[in-house]
């Protein structure tokens, strides 16, 4: 219906039908050609990536945070909310049986975390918005100033 009717040509030659939990190893390491370009040893070790938002939300959910006295110390990793900021914002939290949510986008198996399921939801361009918070604050020109000067 969108014209992408080149994706499922060929049995999906153009992007693969192999999919990967983040981590996974892929094919025999880095290719001789790639490791010249990049200045590696070939055969290093290479695997399945994450997006930025995913990769972010790894982070925050997956932290070790003994020791700091959070209410979360002694709780699983699925009583978690990852909230990761940039361009747009988005909320990540994970379980191990798949919850539907209307309007939450999953879930989505090892999407994240290999074995667990994944739902998130967010909102595009809230970045700029607090872009806008921060610039529209009274304070904003003496704080940019002192900023600036350092």
């Known amino acids: ?44 070790a290479v695997a399945a990536s994450l997006i930025d938002a995913h990769a972010g939300g790894l982070g925050v959910i ?33 379980s191990q049986s798949p919850i539907f949510v209307p309007g939450i986008w999953g879930p989505y198996f090892s999407a994240m975390v290999p074995g667990f399921w994944l739902n998130e939801g967010g909102q595009s361009v809230t970045g700029k918005l607090i872009d806008h918070v921060v610039q529209g604050h009274a304070a904003y020109p003496e704080l940019q100033a002192k900023a600036s000067a350092r």
């Open 62 to 94: 997956g932290a070790d945070v003994k020791g700091y006295n959070l209410p979360c110390e002694k709780q699983p990793l699925t009583s978690r909310l990852a909230l990761i900021c940039g361009t747009s914002s988005c909320h990540m939290g994970i």
């Open 1 to 44: 219906m969108i014209n992408l009717e080149d994706f499922v040509a060929d049995n999906y030659c153009k992007i693969g039908t192999q999919v990967l939990s983040p981590g996974d190893s892929l094919g025999k390491g880095l290719t001789p050609e790639a490791a010249k370009e990049l200045g590696l040893p070939a055969g290093i």
